[in-house]
């Protein structure tokens, strides 16, 4: 026989290929949900905002990770230590990391009570 059979191994090729856009779909990352929240948070005068670039503003500065916590410090001073609470409004595409070093930096400064900005269920977007 001078001729190659490619039969069998064109059909274990579609089976794979078939597996592979099976894996493909499955492994998608899924989208977060939006959060809904019912109740509105204590309103506090400390806000922080981490945006989608890891950028942090707290209050009307915009500050570095390693100033977080000095900038926290100011605040309090400034307020004569009348607050505990933050309110971290946190783009959904931020760290996790960065959102974490933010509440480590304003635990350290006696900010112990903390909110998480969301869409209050039923309030206008």
């Known amino acids: 026989m001078s ?6 191994f064109t ?3 579609l089976v794979l290929l078939i597996i ?3 894996l493909a779909a499955v492994t998608k990352e899924p ?3 939006d959060a809904k929240n019912r109740d509105k948070v204590t309103p506090s005068q400390i806000v922080v905002i981490v945006n989608d670039k890891n950028e942090i503003q707290i209050g009307s500065n915009t500050v570095t990770i390693q100033e977080a916590s000095q900038a926290f410090k100011d605040l309090q001073d400034n307020t004569g230590h009348r607050f505990k609470s933050v309110i971290i409004k946190a783009d959904p595409k931020s760290s996790y990391g960065t959102i974490l070093q933010v509440m480590d930096a304003a635990k ?3 900010l112990t009570d903390f909110g998480l900005a969301n869409h209050i269920e039923g309030a206008k977007t």
């Open 31 to 33: 989208k977060l949900p």
């Open 3 to 8: 001729t190659i059979n490619i039969t069998p």
């Open 11 to 13: 059909d274990v090729l």
């Open 20 to 22: 592979f856009i099976i």
């Open 108 to 110: 350290s400064q006696d």
